[in-house]
């Protein structure tokens, strides 16, 4: 087989310049793991990311798009020991690479780990790149403790909701807040407090925090300094805060992208596979549709939790 069918950009837009067509198939190279994809989760926004366009400075469309992947091992580059064709395996897919909205993508081997065995192929592709952001903004960067009060913005969003739940996890007395009517949504998350932004400023209650993890950004970054308390810690996932306000605060504040760790996909299906971790689907989509999936994003109302493509059943 040379081809398969994937959906690709050929140039920069937003979702009206993806198409469904025909591509040619991809050869894992020297570490990589060919998978025969099942199911492919979308973030809305990958198609502003300057990776989904272009590496090193060069233009690397046609693009596929979609980071997350679950789905089958098909082949495998000679040398590789950690896997075997048939194995059932998930990840996240580097940012500057071909994504998942295919139906083969080549991944390395690295940045892959066992599916969660208790879940569908869908609810597990909705997993790496909000669950490995989450893990990692609350452990690697926040360095969250039990006890400590944490605040998530966007709590009824793909990265928000796992966010709340690991923060709860690990101990945290965790407020949210939401833009929707997905209150007992993020309370069942485990949330103590909800808070709807569109009846009340975050701020009002006069609560500070040990720790804001934001993924909403604007507006809603530049205000959560202020909701810190001195020594508190901001990450943020928008975009880099503006210089020097962390120092006015006596805060830190940080912005990171989010990587592949197999150790940490381990914990995140292991975490799902007992049932402490709960995976929220906005909805599915079949590839041929797969621009309706990007779409959807942008309709007011949209259900919480993540959109994912699935390409096989
Ligand atoms: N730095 C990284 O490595 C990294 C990794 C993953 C994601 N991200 C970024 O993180 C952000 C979130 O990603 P995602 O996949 O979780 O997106 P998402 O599923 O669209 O979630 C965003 C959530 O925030 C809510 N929201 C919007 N404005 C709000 C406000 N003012 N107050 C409270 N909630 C608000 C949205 O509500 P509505 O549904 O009502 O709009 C939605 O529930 C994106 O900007 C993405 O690019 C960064």
Known sequence: MTEMTALRAHHRGGPEVLTVERAPMPVPAAGEVLVAVH???????????????????????????????????????????????????????????????????????????????TVTHTVAAALPLAGLTALQALVDHAAVRPGESVLVHGGAGGVGGLTVQLAAIRGADVTATVRSDAVDLVRGFGAQRVIDVRAEAFEDAGATFDVVVDTVGGDTLDRSFAVLRPGGRLVTLSAPPPAGKADEYGISATFFIVIPDRGQLTELASMVDSGRLHVEIAATFPLDRGREAFESGRRPGHRAGKTVIVVRE
Request: glycine letters at 8%; aromatic letters at 8%; proline letters at 4%.
């Open 39 to 117: 199911a492919a989760a979308i973030t809305f926004d990958e198609l502003s990311w300057e990776e989904t366009w272009t590496r090193d400075g060069a233009s690397r469309t046609p693009t596929i798009v979609s980071h997350e992947v679950s789905g089958v091992v098909a082949d495998i580059a000679s040398g590789i020991t950690d896997f075997q064709v048939g194995d059932e395996v998930y990840g996240l897919i580097g940012f500057e690479r071909d994504g998942a909205a295919a139906d083969f993508v080549a991944v390395p081997a690295a940045d892959l780990a066992a599916k969660p065995s």
